[in-house]
């Protein structure tokens, strides 16, 4: 079932949809030509589809793009059993239903895991991924917990306990984390309402940290998967103020051909913080392998 409205932003036309799968309605916003190159961009947390506004216009120029809310965020219904590997399931039914074939992958943060292990389970429907701000479960991310003192991966993981503690609260809790953003301005307090429509609903915050629950399970699968290196092209990119690096250098140890950027200006919401930055990036990276593709053709 697929249910529709359009919205227009920055000369871009972009469409509302939701789609049911195995019972679970899927919201994303889609914009682009629909002979292009399917393009799933894949947001973070305390973030939406909403995350990707900036970039839509730009990419949409050159792919069909699909920005996904994940299971229980935005406008998405929430998963049975959520978590990482069942929302990267989901997605691939999602992409089967609506026929798309093989698809680029983009993630941020949350949704960067949540893509990489959509690509370790479906091998051949992935056309290429780029993880945005995150080293991966496994390799890199609890050096980059205790490194970056990241208290809230212990407190989220405490079931019940932040949802009672910032009941009432939620525009506080999610405004500590986007004042820690580098580039002053990129969440204003209008963009902060967008995402409050969701994280601030009864069970929305939740819903959002039933992702972080699961962090041994997810540790020790993501393990498995790095047993076996991916094949496709793989993209790094963090910000100069946010870890840098830490995104290629943890993707190195799961996948053969993995190239890396570090945008600058920049902390960990990389797509609010310098759009044109990460546009550019993607752009580069996705064309050269879409040419590499054709040229082998």
Not at 29 to 51: I, R, S
Not at 198 to 225: I, K
Not at 242 to 247: D, E, L, N, T, V
Not at 250 to 257: G, K, P, R, T, Y
Request: charge should be negative; proline fraction near 4%.
């Amino acid at each position: 079932m697929n249910n529709t409205t359009t919205a227009q932003s920055r000369e871009t036309v972009w469409t509302h949809r939701t789609a049911t799968v195995d019972g679970v309605g899927l919201h994303y916003v889609q914009a682009g030509d629909q002979n292009a190159t399917p393009l799933v961009l894949v947001h973070g947390w305390p973030e939406t589809w909403y995350a990707w506004r900036k970039v839509i216009p730009a990419l949409a120029q050159h792919y069909r793009v699909y920005a996904v809310d994940l299971p229980g965020l935005g406008d998405s219904a929430a998963l049975a059993e959520p978590g990482i590997r069942t929302a990267a399931a989901l997605l691939d039914r999602w992409r089967e239903q609506l026929g798309l074939g093989a698809v680029h992958v983009v993630g941020h943060d949350l949704g960067g895991m949540t893509s990489y292990a959509w690509a370790a389970q479906q091998r051949e429907e992935i056309r290429s991924l780029s993880v945005l701000g995150v080293p991966l479960h496994g390799f890199g991310l609890q050096e980059f917990i205790n490194r970056a003192g990241l208290w809230h991966f212990g407190l989220f993981a405490v079931p019940g306990l932040t949802e009672h503690l910032a009941d009432g609260r939620e525009r506080l809790l999610l405004t500590h984390f986007y004042e820690h953003i580098h580039a002053a301005d990129a969440v204003t307090e209008a963009d902060v309402d967008a995402y409050l429509r969701s994280y601030g609903r009864p069970g929305g915050l939740g819903a959002s940290l039933a992702y972080y629950r699961n962090y041994t399970a997810d540790t020790e699968a993501f393990t498995e998967y790095g047993r076996r290196s991916l094949a496709i092209p793989v993209l790094g990119v963090g910000g100069d103020h946010a870890g840098g690096p830490i995104p290629e250098i943890s993707l190195a140890q799961v996948a053969d051909d993995v190239r890396g950027t570090v945008l600058t200006d920049c902390g960990h919401f990389l797509a609010e913080e310098q759009p044109e930055q990460l546009t550019d990036v993607l752009l580069d990276f996705l064309t050269t392998v879409d040419n590499k593709g054709t040229a082998e053709q």
